[in-house]
């Protein structure tokens, strides 16, 4: 067997263009690298040809469609990802204030502060907020200021995920997994909102990209890039970074096209890479005087190390996470972050959101595994399939299986992976398809993608209900083709090739053209048509709120009315728990176009809506999750006078004092940071505030306060112990429905 090189072309034509290359039996020899044909250096006295048309034209040695469709994909991609994007207004409160306060204050930005004036930090460290500050700082406090940079993230992250498949196998396998990438739902909602993932997953595909070039020619510089991208991924979601480093540190250490010895210290100048690039930030914030820094949120012992090998790391594993919101049960149990088990993906609260090609990236996979296996160990098809494949299966069980707190949209690190695998597969066995074994198997694929498209879509029986018919059909009728695909003409070979792509994404497309179509608002958004995910939800209002719990009611997904341009969008909370029984998180508030959120219309908990309607500290989940509605005259209350104090008001939990930050651009103290659960600031702290006059306003309602969770006694009791000394102390005042506490208005008691 000869090996050929993704510049070697033999056999007939392929239906994607150009020359066909023809994989045949790989060699036991070491496959190095493809290396392109030189270029052939321009004649004397030629001219140079324009940067412009250089960059329309591409490599000479590819077919003229190759930079265009690929341009095509990215603008394609951008301009999907932008359409509608001010729907989401701030999107995810939390964050926004965070990017607000790093655009007021250099110190926040490094820390990434909830605050200008630094009171308490995100339970994330501060990297995914950098651009989105910095862009804020140009262009000004608005949506598109703050999303932008994520639809960008999304734009590059398509592009790594091509060219890590232009340079080993084709352009074809590149276009197409950057298109599947795209077309992914959870995708086209991550990178149109402004949690942490968005970067993650670029630098996720960015870190693989570089071992697959380490794996290609055995340079030390491409496996020190990778640790250098998994150091920075590290400061954007902490140890979700490394989910995917151990399959790729033994498929280098196996794999790579050097001696034994050069690999193992090429593996450890990568890890001291990842340390030095991920551990400054972490060395500066532990050697920081903590009684000049904020407080570090989601910790209870204002330590970011604690933070990160605690509630952000083994908690989310075993479900034990002190000052969460609670875990979920192990094993294959059912617990509030819904079921765990080997079918979790695949479930009604997942499937819709990445689970669309899941299965045919499954089969692919094996079919590259079982295609190489006589190759060499330094194959790098097979290398290939590794890297991407490993990443896949690890990241996958780790999902299915983690018992902590567990989201939705946690899966979008996945897209890329399964669109890399389903590049790679169904090119090389198109190329193989004159072998029976791999034609069938393209039809196989085919044929899951379309039966798994009709069940997905059968889910939400009332959304475009007769899609999943054509899916069906078409994915029937498409694989049939592939059968016989090397018998037919060029045409008819088209034809089956572009009938069976167009059934397997159509299922995705339709739910990420439903998800771009919506604002999302709030901590918990899903992607997709209402009623898309039992879990996640759309609103899931159900009845009548029940205070200081879960509200009452069943699993309809309700819709919210947007505040500020009077549209009406679907929300992001939960509707209904996994489990069935009472309850579930309530409808997530929609932010309308401006500083003023938008009123959950649909029940959900008092804590959530508008502030003062619960107790002191008391407003339950609804607090945690949704903001609170401000209005103008609330909102000219905190204003009046507000450069006299270090924040114009305090409240428990971040995502009321984000909207009133968000609203006023005044900084607002988040007591408890996330889910008022915090032990910060302690009572005799905030007395002292008070005292120094620091603190205007405090903001009733909001938050968990004592209420359920993780959080130890000491620490649920610290915000309740702040509420019931504002309130015993100083004057109330009210205005509308929401109420506030003066504090520099004592009572006479």
Excluded at 379 to 396: E, K, P
Aim: net charge positive; charged share 10%.
């Amino acid at each position: 067997m000869t090996t050929q090189s993704d510049t070697s072309h033999q056999g007939g034509a392929s239906p994607f263009g150009g020359a066909e290359p023809s994989w045949g039996p790989l060699s036991s020899t070491a496959l190095q690298e493809p290396v392109a044909p030189p270029t052939a250096a321009p004649r004397s006295g030629e001219p140079k040809q324009p940067f412009l048309h250089r960059v329309w034209r591409g490599r000479p040695e590819d077919p003229r469609w190759v930079r265009p469709a690929f341009l095509g994909l990215l603008l394609a991609t951008g301009l999907l990802y932008l359409y509608n994007l001010s729907a989401s207004g701030y999107a995810n409160s939390f964050y926004s204030a965070a990017v607000q306060a790093g655009s007021q204050s250099w110190k926040a930005l490094f820390f990434g502060s909830l605050d200008s004036a630094n009171a308490i930090t995100v339970d994330k460290p501060p990297a995914s907020l950098w651009p989105m500050a910095l862009s804020v700082r140009i262009f000004g406090l608005n949506s598109w200021a703050i999303l932008v940079p994520e639809v960008l993230m999304g734009v590059a992250t398509v592009g790594v995920l091509y060219g890590a498949l232009r340079r080993r196998f084709s352009p074809a396998a590149g276009l197409l997994a950057g298109a599947v990438l795209a077309l992914t739902p959870v995708a086209a909602l991550m990178f149109r909102f402004n949690n942490p993932d968005a970067m993650l997953a670029l630098l996720m595909t960015v870190t693989i990209y570089c071992v697959v070039r380490a794996l290609a020619d055995g340079r030390t510089k491409w496996l020190v890039w990778a640790g250098v991208a998994v150091g920075f991924a590290f400061l954007a979601k902490t140890l979700q970074a490394f989910l995917i480093l151990p399959p790729l540190a033994v498929v280098y250490a196996v794999c790579a096209p050097v001696q034994l010895r050069k690999r193992f210290a090429q593996l450890g100048l990568s890890a001291v890479a990842m340390v030095v690039a991920g551990g400054w930030w972490v060395a500066i914030v532990e050697l920081w005087p903590a009684s000049s820094r904020p407080y570090i949120g989601g910790s209870q012992n204002n330590s970011f190390l604690e933070l990160t090998f605690g509630y952000n790391g083994l908690g989310r594993i075993n479900g034990d996470e002190t000052g969460s919101v609670g875990g979920g049960g192990g094993g294959g149990g059912t617990g509030q972050w819904g079921e765990t088990g080997w079918n979790r993906m695949f479930n009604s609260e997942i499937g819709s959101q990445i689970a669309w090609l899941l299965p045919a990236a499954l089969i692919l996979f094996v079919a590259g595994i079982v295609l190489t296996r006589k190759a060499g160990r330094t194959d790098l098809t097979r290398s290939s399939f590794l890297a991407w494949g490993g990443a896949l299966l690890m990241t996958t069980i780790i999902f299915s299986y983690m018992a902590g707190i567990f989201h939705q949209y946690y899966t979008v690190a996945l897209a890329p992976y399964i669109a890399a695998v389903v590049g790679m597969g169904a090119t090389v066995l198109w190329e193989e398809r004159s072998k029976v074994w791999a034609s069938l198997t393209l039809a196989g694929v085919v044929t899951a993608s379309a039966a798994w498209g009709y069940v997905l879509l059968n889910r939400t029986p009332t959304y475009l209900p007769w899609l999943k018919w054509l899916v069906l059909i078409g994915g029937l009728a498409g694989a049939l083709g592939l059968v016989f695909a090397a018998r037919l003409g060029r045409q008819l070979a088209l034809a089956a090739v572009g009938l069976s792509f167009m059934a397997s994404v159509a299922g995705p497309t339709a739910y990420t053209l439903s998800t771009v179509n919506t604002g999302h608002t709030g901590s918990i958004v899903t992607a997709g048509p209402a009623g898309a995910s039992v879990m996640g939800g759309r609103g899931g209002p159900g009845g009548g709120g029940m205070r200081g719990g879960f509200p009452r009611g069943g699993n309809s997904q309700g819709q919210n009315q947007q505040g500020g341009n009077g549209t009406t969008q679907q929300g992001g909370g939960m509707g209904q728990p996994p489990t069935g029984g009472t309850g579930g998180f309530p409808g997530q508030n929609q932010q309308g176009n401006g500083n003023t959120q938008g009123q959950n219309q649909q029940g959900g908990m008092p804590g959530g809506g508008a502030v003062g309607e619960g107790g002191m500290g008391g407003g339950g989940v609804g607090g945690l999750l949704n903001g609170a509605t401000v209005s103008s005259a609330a909102k000219k209350l905190l204003e009046t006078n507000a450069g006299d104090y270090t924040w114009a008001a305090a409240a428990i939990g971040s995502q009321n004092s984000a909207s009133y930050q968000l609203s006023t651009g005044k900084p607002v103290m988040a007591i408890g940071g996330f889910n008022g659960t915090d032990p910060s600031p302690t009572l005799a702290q905030f007395k002292k505030y008070v005292t120094d006059g620091k603190i205007h306003y405090f903001i009733s309602g909001g938050g968990m306060g004592g209420g359920m969770g993780g959080g130890n006694s000491s620490t649920t009791s610290t915000s309740s112990q702040i509420s019931s000394w504002v309130t015993a102390n100083f004057k109330k005042v009210t205005v509308g429905s929401a109420t506030f506490y003066d504090l520099t208005q004592p009572t006479s008691s």
